[in-house]
């Protein structure tokens, strides 16, 4: 019964709310820290891979 609850819990977010959240993130800045921009590292590949060889 706890899966048909959320379930119909997501079902209605996604008819009430999904596009009014998804527009709040578009519009964040997303400033240090924030989780709608994460700042990511830059990992080159040919760089990392000779520290993953045994």
Do not use: D
């Not at 379930?7 to 977010?13: G, M, S």
């Not at 709310?17 to 080159?44: D, M, N, R």
């Amino acid at each position: 019964m706890a899966m048909v609850s959320e379930f119909l819990k997501q079902a209605w977010f996604i008819e009430n709310e999904e596009q009014e959240y998804v527009q709040t993130v578009k519009s964040s800045k997303g400033g240090p820290g924030s989780a709608v921009s994460p700042i990511l590292p830059s990992i080159h590949p040919r760089m990392s891979l000779p520290c993953i060889r045994p």
